[in-house]
Structure formats: structure tokens, C-alpha cells
């Protein structure tokens, strides 16, 4: 074992293989996808796919972790700086980033062994989604929002285990018709969303923890499927009730594998 | 040239369970798994399994020379579901010890004379061969438009807990 990962040995005696192996691909290089990003290059993880289509400004220093002031000024791209942390924790990490939004390369995403999303519209995570179970690729979604109410503001986010085989977002009631088509009608009109260096890190945190988990030996609680609801007012995070309900239910949206690979597969020379 | 199998846990063990059944006369069982295919850039490909056809009892032959001997009717069967679910077929069967199994040369003999029988009905896509163990597994897949089979780079069961074998390229099929 590295001599750097020694403190994590607990992990099991073959952790650091492991997670040396892994590929892991992050969607969103922004307040959640970049903590993501340093903590898995800290845990071990020596492979990344960063896509993220845009360039750090201002309004992001409250909370993109890596990003400095000089960045601001020279425009740099998101993935550019999680690139940057990455290799400056682990120099020999290989890390492929992609400048553009990820639709325009999911054929990159075959190779991988899990993806983050942390993006910030419901029909990216639908669609994201989609192309993780078409590769039986177990997808981790993390996402925050504000609301106001009537004593202030309400910080609230979640962590999400979507397993190939298993139930999915859509199951777990977070992705609804009438949320994508609300989104939908207000497409453009949304200005910047509300973020916070905390909550982001809560729930980036929380995902590594459960990716780890899922890859790694260091207990025998596995979860096939994980909920976590965050209530940023009182810093806690808890496992959904809808997810104690729905526990033994069958995802009835991706039916049996019936999708998968590349609808048209031609191998280059036919 | 990099190939990644995936099959999901559920998969897997309706796999083991069926392989791990005694059958009447053979030592053995065998069957099919149907899988899907998607390109890896550079080169490459990743193989999804899709689903699991057993053999039937009834279509084993009387060989004992040989842990399980397929007969003519459990290779048509399995051609049909290539034909009509237009998938990837990979036999699998399982060596009952723990640690990385490897195919004996039975396997690769018997292996290497059926799979081209899968391009006739599905010439575009590829086909192969699994070896499961107690607690890992190996494969080979033939392509097209090359002679040799490709040792699998990888092979992940996709559930909880995540579990991957890497392939051993230097391995000669």
C-alpha cells in the first residue's frame, strides 16, 4: 500500500488497487463536482473523466474548491482547475477533460466504472441517468436548492444511489413529469441557482463515502440503492422515507437490461 | 485492444445458481449469456450482459471425456436467440475452485470451433466465452474480423458491492 494511504488502510488490503483502477467520471466541475474531485484523487482514485462545458467566473469563488481569483481573470475552464487539483495531490493521476457538455461525448462515459452527476437541471439528470444504465453504470447524483419560507431560507439537498437493476430516480419520486415539464417551461428563465461551499461539501462528502463504500471492502453494508435527504438547517443527513418504502419494489422504468450498449453497434471495418 | 464485460450481480448469481445444479449424467453445466455491445475509443469494446439462457437438460450428450458436451440442439438454440434478439452470445461455465480461472484446452478447442457459427446469424457483433470461479471469472472475445480472441481487460459485476477482475493480457488464448 502507497505510503499516502496508509491512514485508509482500513479499507481492505486491497483498497488502494482497487481504487487505483477505477475509473470515475464527474459531470459538473462546479461546487459539488469539484469537491468530488479532490476527495477522490486524496482517496486513491487515479482515473478521471471531468466534463464540464464552461469557464470559472466570479459569482463561482464562494465555493468552487480549486478555483482562485487569478482564474477568474484568465477565464479558465472548470475541468482545467479540477484537473490541476487532482494532479496536485496525485501527479500520476491520468485525467481526461472533456470542454463541452457531456451529451455531445457519452460515448466517453462506456469506459468508466461510476458516474457522479452534479448537475443542476432535472432533465441533465434524467438524461444522464439514462445513459448510465445503458452502460450499467451505477450513477451517484448529488444536488442542492434554497427555498424561502416563512422563517428564512431552507437549505435542502440529497444523495442519490441509482444501481443499474435497481430502482431509479424516478422511483425514488425525485425525477417527476411535472418537475422536468416545469423546468421545461421556464427553460432559459432560471438565473443562477442559490449555492453554498457547505452544503456542497456535505453532500460531495456523503457521495464519496457511499462510492467507497460501494467499492471498497472496509464494511459488508452494502446498499444497492441510496436516498439521502439533506436538511442543510440542521446539518443532518438522513436516509429517505420514500426509500424505506419503495425498498422492495422493482424499478418498472429500465426493465430488464432491455437497453442496453449502443443502438446500432457496426465494429469499424464493416 | 481493450474489452470490459459487465453483468449485474442479480445476473450473476442466476447464472451460478443454474451452473451449480447437478444434471443427470453430465459433471457440468453450461449455458449461454446474450449480450449487448458498445465501442471503446480508442479501440475496443465493452460487453453488457443482458440475460442468461441454460441449457437444456435434454441437450447434453453423452461424453464423458468431457465435464459437459452440448449437443447440436443446444447450439441452435442459442443461434436463435443471437438471430432474434440480436445479441452477442458468450458461453459460460463455471470450475469449482477459488482464484482466477483460466479455460483448459477442451474449452478453447471446443470454444474456437462454435463461435464462428455466431457469425452467420449476427456477423457484425462479437462472441465469446466466460470461465467463472468461486470468486472471479476470465474471458475471451472473438471478433469478426480477427482470428484470434481478445482476453477479456476486465470483468466487473455491477451491484452492491461494485466487484472487478482485471484480465491478464499476457495470456496466450
Given at each position: ?42 482517496l ?31 477565464g ?9 487539483l ?43 441517468e ?24 431552507c ?22 413529469e ?30 464519496v ?9 472496509w ?19 438522513a ?5 424505506a ?15 442496453l450498449?449502443?443502438?446500432f ?6 | ?14 447464472v ?40 437444456a ?117
Open positions: 500500500m502507497k505510503e499516502r494511504l496508509k491512514r485508509q488502510s482500513f479499507l481492505g488490503p486491497q483498497s488502494d488497487q482497487i481504487l487505483n483502477d477505477c475509473v470515475v467520471a464527474i459531470v459538473g466541475l462546479g461546487g459539488g463536482g469539484s469537491h468530488i474531485a479532490q476527495q477522490s484523487a486524496h486513491g482514485v487515479s482515473d478521471f473523466l471531468l466534463f464540464d462545458p464552461d469557464r470559472v467566473e466570479d459569482t463561482n469563488l464562494n465555493r468552487l474548491i480549486g478555483a482562485t481569483a487569478e482564474d477568474v481573470i484568465a479558465t475552464l472548470k475541468t482545467s482547475i479540477a484537473s490541476r487532482i494532479k496536485g495531490i496525485n501527479p500520476e493521476a491520468a485525467v481526461d477533460c472533456i470542454h463541452g457538455i457531456w451529451q455531445e461525448h457519452h460515448g466517453l462515459l462506456r469506459r468508466c466504472d461510476i458516474v457522479f452527476g452534479c448537475l443542476d437541471s432535472y432533465r441533465d439528470r434524467y438524461e444522464l439514462v445513459a448510465a444504465r445503458r452502460y450499467l453504470l451505477p450513477y451517484l447524483d448529488i444536488g442542492m436548492d434554497v427555498h424561502e419560507g416563512d422563517d428564512g431560507f437549505v435542502s439537498g440529497q444523495v442519490i444511489l441509482s444501481m443499474p437493476g435497481h430502482l431509479c430516480m424516478r422511483c425514488l419520486g425525485f425525477l417527476r411535472e418537475l422536468l415539464a416545469k423546468e421545461a417551461e421556464n427553460y432559459g428563465a432560471a438565473g443562477g441557482r442559490p449555492q453554498v461551499v457547505w452544503a456542497n461539501g456535505a453532500l460531495a462528502s456523503a457521495a463515502a457511499v462510492f467507497t463504500q460501494l467499492f471498497t471492502p464494511h459488508k453494508a452494502h446498499a444497492a440503492t441510496v436516498y439521502l435527504e439533506y436538511d442543510g438547517n440542521t446539518q443532518c443527513l436516509s429517505s422515507n420514500r426509500l418504502y419503495m425498498r422492495d419494489k422493482q424499478c418498472p422504468h429500465f426493465v430488464e437490461f432491455r437497453d450498449g449502443d443502438p453497434w457496426i465494429p469499424e471495418g464493416f | 485492444m481493450m474489452v470490459a464485460f459487465k453483468i449485474p450481480e442479480g445476473l450473476l448469481g442466476r451460478c445458481e443454474d451452473l451449480n445444479r447437478p444434471h443427470p449424467f453430465a459433471a457440468e453445466r453450461v449455458g449461454f449469456l446474450s449480450c449487448r455491445v458498445g465501442a471503446l475509443k480508442p479501440s475496443g469494446w465493452v460487453v453488457l450482459a443482458h440475460d442468461f439462457h441454460p441449457v437438460d435434454s441437450d447434453y450428450l453423452r461424453d464423458h471425456s468431457v465435464g459437459a458436451m452440448m449437443g447440436p440442439a443446444a447450439i441452435r438454440k442459442a443461434l436463435q436467440v443471437a438471430l432474434s434478439s440480436e445479441v452477442g452470445m458468450f458461453h459460460v461455465h463455471i470450475h469449482g475452485h477459488r482464484g482466477k480461472p483460466w479455460f483448459s484446452g477442451v474449452d478453447l478447442h471446443e470454444t474456437a470451433k462454435f463461435v464462428p457459427d455466431f457469425w452467420h446469424v449476427r456477423p457484425h457483433l462479437v462472441h465469446g466465452a466466460i470461465v467463472l470461479s468461486l470468486d472471479s471469472a476470465a474471458g475471451l472475445c472473438w471478433h469478426p474480423q480477427s482470428p484470434k480472441p481478445v482476453v477479456f481487460s476486465r470483468f466487473s459485476v455491477v451491484g452492491a458491492p461494485m466487484r472487478a477482475w482485471r484480465g491478464e493480457n499476457e495470456r496466450e488464448a
